[in-house]
């Protein structure tokens, strides 16, 4: 099965260098497929984080499944509630975990689950 790509969005800082801001893209989770968050950890400075919009009537799972390049990966997949009808915020932590040697996250979601998802990071340079 192939995931769907989706892209992680950087906030553009603005001149004076106080606000950073981004146009949000959603993009729409198709469950059988998944997910996979192209180049999700590029940035090297763990800021990734991960809005999945559940908008089924039902509480459901998000998976984020154990990556292929770092030992970490033992720990294997992590399986997390998302309460109906909300926005959940999921900041990586361990991003030896979940990263594959692609750079990418992987994730994988409840039969019940119904919405969108994206991916926003700050980027490693000020201006950009």
């Not at 763990?46 to 990556?67: H, Q, R």
Request: cysteine-free.
């Amino acid at each position: 099965m192939t995931k769907d790509i989706i892209n992680v969005q950087y906030p553009t800082v603005e001149t004076t260098q106080s606000v950073a801001n981004a146009k949000i893209t959603k993009s729409v989770v198709n469950v059988e497929n998944g997910v996979s968050i192209n180049k999700a950890f590029a940035n090297k400075n763990g800021t990734l984080t991960v809005f999945v919009e559940n908008e089924a009537d039902a509480n459901s799972t998000v998976t984020f499944l154990a990556g292929d390049a770092y030992p970490n990966s033992m720990l294997g997949d992590l399986q997390l509630e998302v309460e109906k009808t909300s926005t959940t915020a999921f900041q990586i932590q361990d991003v030896s975990r979940f990263e594959n040697k692609d750079g990418s996250l992987n994730m994988e979601f409840g039969s019940n689950f119904e919405g969108n998802i994206f991916a926003v990071a700050r980027t490693t340079a000020l201006n950009v």
